[in-house]
């Protein structure tokens, strides 16, 4: 199975100031089309998850352009260039190159 | 406006069984593929069971296998999760996700299933 680990484990940032996750998976993402299936999801306390970025870099609709991911082959790193309090939860990458689909150990972000 | 509602959650003994429903509105639900995620209660997010646009290909993670049941009825619109063989571990918050090609982009609320005697 694909290990996908992040860090850090938590991210207390101040309003305003950007934020960057990093996630790092055990094996290239890269799919045999080409395309490298690594997402970005953010779950709200008490909230389901919600899309923020799916292959790497693209923001899935609605979602500010404060939010962006970058990144190739087995790291990759979503930011926020100015974090808002609406930002705080839980952020989790996932692999969906391949079957079982993983997902990292998520990253709470919180208002210091 | 895409809508997933799952359904069925419920209190269930260990070693028990039971199905929960996911019924999906606002886009071509045969179109695409769908997928079941867990959350324990205070832990991450784990990828269950993932079924193709016609049924005809199925997924599961190592962890159900041989236990739990994805199924679609697209004349229904609605995604199903047959859980058998309930245990302690499997009590969790099961989402419902859409799956346009290789990401999950709209999330059902949830169903919540517990098992416990």
């Known amino acids: 199975d694909i290990v996908l680990t992040q860090t850090p484990l938590s991210s207390p940032v101040t309003l305003g100031q950007p934020a960057s996750i990093s996630c790092r998976s055990s094996?290239?993402?890269?799919?045999?089309?080409?395309?490298?299936?690594l997402s970005w999801v953010h779950q709200r306390p008490g909230q389901p998850p919600r899309l923020l970025i799916y292959e790497i870099s693209k923001r899935f609709s609605g979602v500010p352009d404060r939010f962006s991911g970058s990144g190739a082959g087995t790291d990759f790193t979503l930011r926020i260039s100015r974090v808002e309090a609406e930002d705080v939860g839980v952020y989790y990458c996932v692999q969906t190159k391949q079957f079982p689909l993983t997902f990292g150990g998520g990253t709470k972000v919180e208002i210091k | 406006e895409v809508q997933l509602l799952e359904s069925g959650g419920a209190l269930v003994q260990p070693g028990g069984s039971l199905t929960i429903s996911c019924a999906a509105s606002?886009?071509?639900?045969?179109?695409?593929?769908m997928t079941w995620v867990r959350q324990a209660p205070g832990q991450g997010l784990e990828w269950v069971s993932a079924i193709g646009s016609s049924g005809g290909k199925t997924y599961y993670a190592g962890s159900v296998k041989g236990r739990f049941t994805i199924s679609r009825d697209n004349s229904r619109n609605t995604l199903y999760l047959q859980m058998n063989g309930l245990r302690a571990e499997d009590t969790a918050v099961y989402y419902c996700?859409?799956?346009?090609?290789?990401?999950?982009?709209?999330w059902g609320q949830g169903a919540l299933v517990t098992v416990s005697s």
């Open positions: 094996e290239s993402l890269v799919h045999s089309d080409g395309d490298t299936y």
């Open positions: 606002g886009f071509t639900f045969s179109n695409y593929a």
């Open positions: 996700a859409k799956m346009p090609k290789y990401h999950f982009d709209y």
